[in-house]
């Protein structure tokens, strides 16, 4: 399964941005899909997950409310609706699919190493 996410850039805080993760190679609709991001000399967080067949989905508190993710399984395709943008959601964004939902949610502790699979990353941006 390799992953590609787009849609990262520079917007002005306040803004909105939707990041993209394309599936190919494998049915991403048979995985859990998580996302993460690092910023600058921080660790790895967990910032949303969303279900196999994207019934559930939950967000850290941080984000709750301004970010979304979703999926299109027949297109083999996430995504994460991140709106009201604040400088501290700065950071290289991942996304990352598993058969467990479980490992994909745990936004309080850094994610497993061995994730069944994981994007290059992207770059978010936000200006004050």
């Known amino acids: 399964l390799h992953l590609v996410e787009s849609g990262g850039g520079l917007v002005q805080a306040g803004g909105s941005l939707r990041l993209s993760c394309a599936a190919s190679g494998d049915t991403l609709g048979d995985y859990g899909v998580g996302w993460f991001r690092q910023a600058p000399g921080k660790n790895t967080e967990g910032v949303s997950c969303?279900?196999?067949?994207?019934?559930?989905?939950d967000s850290t508190d941080s984000v709750k409310g301004r970010f979304t993710s979703s999926r299109d399984n027949p297109k083999n395709m996430v995504f994460l609706q991140m709106n009201d943008l604040k400088p501290e959601d700065t950071a290289k964004y991942y996304c990352a699919a598993d058969p467990s939902l479980f490992r994909l949610c745990r936004f309080n502790q850094e994610p497993p190493a061995d994730l069944y699979s994981w994007g290059q990353g992207i770059q978010v941006t936000v200006s004050s």
């Open positions: 969303i279900g196999a067949s994207g019934q559930y989905a």
